[in-house]
């Protein structure tokens, strides 16, 4: 099992990438940059591939509304050259409240632009000449405006003709075109106990239509790490996390995080969650998510417990532990987990 952590998207960049070297140097094999609607993620990782030596550097995510597939191709091809091929393409559709409320984009055929996506990227990098027509039109037809364009390739050379691409997924669909496509999965609020009732399907489905050449889907999974006897009250954290995604990322009718929060059996906790978030009473959505919830989704408590939830992850099928280490010493706290891993 590899081991990584996902830079925090509201925190101060250059301080949050000095932290990130330091945990290079105690075993992270990944660093995950994540967006939303802070910083662009790539100039950050831009930045951690020259503070970075050995680590592969990660978008979590980008999402394939606000840039085309073309310069999220260039995007990855960069950073792979900048950092020595240590790139990782994370991708994801986001939700509406981003896309529409942030990027001002209508929030349409989410899978059908993922795929689309992955299959022009790897095309780009593999030097071809791009001729595609579906949801992005490379050139732009003269039927749709288009005048001046013809077929192109990348000028570059690309480090790697296929950086890995892995794809944030949560929906039954989502999750089997993943499987089918990606070279890993970034599953959110994964409770490593119930993964194989929710995901056990689309996965085992995705995976026989998969490619034998991309090898086994590779997934990443994790939460807040905090090693003690008085660690536990660490996961109260995650409270403010999982009441944001299932109260409020996304529309009241539209969350996918509130729908995996049901799927997972916390039905009535996760509307009353959504009741309060969208009425703006945020104390009072935290104060509704289950205890439960937040220790299933975390790594907080006695080293042994630690080890016992690292081990349900190993279960689960994570072949990447994704840890946010809580306290004051998050080196030597990522120091233990790689020797256990």
């Not at 990130?20 to 993620?41: H, K, Q």
């Not at 795929?115 to 790897?122: A, F, K, P």
């Not at 309060?276 to 080293?303: I, T």
Request: aromatic letters at 8%.
């Amino acid at each position: 099992m590899e081991l990584s952590t996902t830079l925090p998207y509201a925190a101060d960049p250059r301080r949050a990438a000095e932290e990130a070297a330091a945990l290079e140097r105690a075993g992270v094999d990944v660093i995950w940059v994540a967006e939303a609607y802070g910083f662009d993620a790539p100039t950050i990782m831009g930045f951690l591939a020259a503070r970075t030596e050995r680590a592969r550097i990660g978008s979590a995510i980008l999402n394939v509304y606000s840039r085309t597939p073309a310069l999220i191709a260039q995007t990855a091809a960069g950073l792979d050259a900048l950092s020595g091929g240590r790139a990782l393409l994370g991708l994801g559709a986001s939700g509406p409240q981003v896309v529409e409320g942030w990027h001002g984009t209508p929030y349409d055929r989410p899978l059908a632009r993922t795929r689309e996506t992955i299959e022009l990227c790897r095309r780009i990098w593999r030097r071809e000449v791009i001729d595609h027509h579906g949801i992005t039109d490379m050139p732009l037809p003269p039927e749709k405006g288009g005048r001046f364009g013809k077929p192109l390739k990348i000028l570059s050379r690309p480090v790697r003709p296929s950086i890995p691409v892995y794809v944030a997924a949560l929906g039954p669909a989502n999750v089997r075109m993943t499987a089918e496509l990606a070279d890993g999965w970034l599953p959110a609020l994964f409770v490593p106990e119930r993964a194989a009732d929710v995901w056990g399907g689309p996965l085992a489905e995705g995976t026989a239509r998969r490619d034998p050449a991309l090898g086994p889907l590779r997934t990443v999974a994790g939460g807040l790490l905090a090693i003690g006897d008085d660690a536990a009250a660490a996961r109260d954290l995650a409270r403010s996390t999982i009441a944001l995604y299932v109260g409020g990322m996304g529309a009241r009718d539209r969350n996918f995080y509130h729908d995996l929060a049901v799927a997972y059996g916390y039905e009535q906790a996760a509307h009353t969650i959504q009741e309060h978030y969208l009425a703006g009473r945020k104390r009072e959505a935290e104060a509704a998510v289950p205890d439960e919830f937040c220790e299933r989704v975390s790594l907080c408590g006695p080293a042994g417990y630690v080890r016992e939830r690292i081990a349900a992850y190993r279960e689960a099928g994570v072949t990447m532990l994704n840890v946010q280490p809580i306290g004051p010493d998050p080196v030597k706290l990522v120091e233990t987990v790689r020797n256990w891993l």
